[in-house]
DNA sequence: CTAGGGTTAG
């Protein structure tokens, strides 16, 4: 796992010009040369060095002289100079001390350069605690912790004391490890440095236990300190929410003095995370709103931007990316690939690759692929799926289980199966990703899409690994698609044990049994959702006019333009028949005469959400509508024969993938 | 020095 920070370009506005052209024979190694025809404004900070630089050829190499030159190196990306600098210090053998490698393994560090940072602190015989202190940052940002807690024991046994800025980063690792012992142990021995006057240490205590131990005792410690920061509100805020509870990161939220960013994207992204996206995008607009000069970092971006893809919020999406762009912070690559997951989530495919094209193809990192490989797939575009992998190979960049996640789902999503099962073999012997269940899931929904149910099933039995609920769940779809009620039972049987309360896998058991005739064994799995106290998820769709969500449930007769709706739908059917449309009424759970059935089916949500878009908004627009189940297949045929009779462009999310539909026939090729 | 983080099938 690579700690992706992100990294801060010098910016200069000239360029270190390269040795050859700045050195000539007769100058010494010493001498760097600049070219400073620039307004004095323009000069940056460092070029101060230079006259420093020069004082030093002439007098004995003073220790002072060079840490000042190393400290005023850090966090400015100028590898190569601070390079120039050690290897000049050392033609003049001078031999760094505890405080001079401290600084130079700063700006080792700073600059990315891990491994000089340890071959100074190596080389230095007598180590003070400030020199610890600076390896363990090193190792700490570089994302090391266990040689980060090596060096402190080290420390200790060396006699030095660790002290508040140790601390920080050794709980740090410990988090990062999920180690409460070694946090624990830390924890003791820091009550001797006297901490409690440092929040800086409190904070850390609290976040560690917020990762690795419990709320309770980061709670405590939050309780304990007598000197609080922002940043201890902050870590406690997180901690609740991670653990999902609102109201009390809500509660500390409310009684805090001052807030910083951090504090509302805390907020945001627990909302968010919570599967609360209308709460997230509400307070977002707070904070927005709230005048206190409080504006969204690319943390806070990427935390409301999720909020947008899960309500299908393409008009906030498209609002939050410009404000992005306003404040300089759509060129970084991990906003990039929260703006592609959500335009691709929210349905709009084009807008989601004008962000992938955008971005530089050196750029591109292991997750822009990856969202991009994924975007397609949901979307039903196995063959950009597959290219986009292919371009990432291409780019030599190492894919990962998530890119094979997405690549085969796009194989199944747009039957390719042999494609599918060829990248699959591969996966280990040319890729050396080692596959996982999900990865078996996917070729399970593969296999069984295409009807290969045998196969599908005997991949199961022959995983490595015990097949999950996914892989299960894929072989029952499979089985309704194929009407394998053999199998399906088995199916089922096996996830009525892993999820015993997902209503979706006795849905569609029973639709089966229904299909049949099999009315007993309808009514007997009804006796025993009943029993086990599970309701079948209602079905919801909603649909965004003019930027407000507009939402209905199945047969919902809530909304301002019920009558019109209805009206409208009842229409259809007339229309329908004539165009050649025969309504399948299989997908109605219960036992009812066809007359009744066919009245259910009217009033699915997705028609109504449908006919909701097409009464309200003007004849060119793309109708996109949001499901939270799965599309039926009579609302699938259905929406086919409207998007030719209107013309009109339908999108629909449901609960797994993508459905274009365009003049009476779908992306998905029926197929789904 | 600490706190907030994107990509994943069904």
Redesign the pocket.
């Known amino acids: 796992m690579?700690?992706?920070?992100?990294t801060q370009q010098p910016n200069l506005p000239f360029r270190i010009p390269k040795p050859h052209q700045t050195r000539t024979p007769s100058q010494s190694h010493s001498q760097l040369h600049f070219d400073v025809s620039l307004p004095k404004h323009q000069i940056p900070p460092w070029l101060s060095l230079v006259s420093t630089l020069r004082s030093l050829a002439q007098d004995p190499p003073q220790v002072s002289s060079y840490a000042a030159i190393f400290q005023s190196l850090t966090g400015k990306n100028l590898l190569r100079l601070g390079r120039q600098v050690h290897s000049h210090m050392s033609l003049r053998a001078l031999e760094p001390d505890a405080f001079l490698g401290a600084k130079m393994i700063a700006m080792y560090a700073s600059a990315g350069d891990l491994r000089s940072a340890v071959a100074v602190f190596r080389r230095i015989k007598y180590p003070s605690a400030l020199l610890c202190n600076s390896i363990i940052?090193a190792y700490?940002?570089h994302w090391f912790p266990k040689k980060t807690i090596g060096v402190y024991f080290r420390m200790r046994s060396l006699g030095l004391k660790a002290d508040?800025?140790t601390?920080?980063?050794v709980l740090?690792s410990c988090?990062d490890l999920s180690d409460v012992r070694m946090g624990r142990y830390a924890h003791g021995l820091s009550l001797r440095t006297g901490f409690e006057e440092?929040?800086?240490?409190g904070?850390?205590l609290?976040?560690m236990y917020?990762?690795c131990g419990g709320i309770g005792d980061a709670r405590k410690m939050f309780d304990v300190m007598t000197v609080r920061?922002?940043?201890?509100w902050?870590?406690l805020i997180?901690?609740y929410?991670k653990i999902g509870e609102i109201r009390l990161a809500e509660d500390l939220f409310g009684r805090m003095v001052r807030r910083?960013?951090?504090?509302w994207?805390?907020m945001i992204?627990?909302y968010?995370?919570n599967g609360l996206a209308g709460q997230a995008l509400v307070l977002f607009d707070k904070m927005l709103e709230d005048d206190s000069g409080i504006k969204?970092?690319w943390?806070?971006i990427?935390?409301v931007?999720?909020a947008c893809?899960h309500s299908a919020a393409l008009e906030r999406g498209r609002e939050i990316h410009k404000l992005a762009s306003r404040i300089g912070l759509d060129s970084d690559?991990?906003v990039?690939?929260?703006l592609i997951?959500m335009y691709?989530?929210c349905g709009s495919l084009a807008e989601a690759c004008q962000c992938f094209d955008r971005i530089h193809q050196h750029k591109k990192?292991?997750?822009?692929w990856?969202?991009m490989i994924?975007?397609y797939?949901?979307h039903g575009r196995g063959l950009e799926s597959v290219s986009t992998f292919e371009d990432m190979i291409r780019a030599r960049i190492q894919p990962?289980?998530?890119s094979f996640?997405?690549l085969?789902?796009g194989c199944?999503?747009s039957g390719l199966v042999d494609l599918g099962i060829k990248y699959f073999n591969r996966m280990k012997t040319m890729y050396n990703v080692e596959p996982e269940?999900?990865h078996c899931?996917?070729v399970v929904?593969l296999l069984g899409r295409a009807g290969r149910l045998v196969e599908a099933k005997e991949l199961i039995d022959k995983m490595p690994m015990q097949a999950?609920?996914?892989?299960w769940?894929?072989l029952?779809?499979a089985c309704r698609k194929h009407r394998n009620l053999e199998l399906a039972e088995v199916a089922a049987k096996k996830l009525f044990v892993l999820e015993p309360y997902s209503s979706a896998n006795y849905v569609h058991l029973s639709n089966m049994y229904a299909e049949a005739g099999m009315w007993k064994e309808v009514a007997n799995l009804r006796d025993l959702l009943k029993y086990r106290g599970i309701r079948k998820t209602p079905g919801c769709s909603w649909i965004e006019v003019n930027g407000k969500a507009h939402m209905f449930l199945g047969g919902d007769t809530s909304h301002p333009q019920t009558r019109e709706i209805y009206m409208f739908l009842e229409s259809l059917p007339e229309k329908m028949k004539q165009a050649g449309y025969v309504p399948d009424t299989s997908p109605v759970l219960h036992d009812l005469s066809e007359e009744e059935k066919e009245h259910n089916l009217t009033s699915h949500s997705e028609k109504l959400a449908i006919a909701f878009g097409l009464l309200n908004t003007s004849p060119s627009t793309i109708i996109r509508v949001t499901k939270n189940l799965r599309i039926c297949v009579d609302c699938h045929t259905a929406t086919k024969f409207i998007s030719k009779i209107f013309r009109r462009e339908i999108i629909v999310r449901d609960?797994?993938?993508f459905h274009h539909f365009t003049d009476g026939s779908c992306s998905c090729g029926d197929y789904w």
Do not use: E
């Open positions: 690579l700690h992706s920070r992100p940052r700490s940002w508040h800025f601390y920080p980063f740090k988090a440092d929040f800086y240490v904070t850390s609290i976040n917020v990762k920061d922002i940043s201890s902050n870590a997180a901690g929410m910083n960013i951090v504090s994207t805390a992204s627990g968010a995370q969204p970092t943390v806070t990427m935390s931007l999720p893809a690559v991990s990039q690939s929260a997951a691709a989530r990192d292991l997750v822009v990856n969202t994924s975007a797939a949901s990962d289980i998530i996640t997405g085969l789902s199944s999503h269940v999900q899931a996917c929904d999950g609920a996914s892989a769940g894929a029952l779809a609960l797994n993938r």
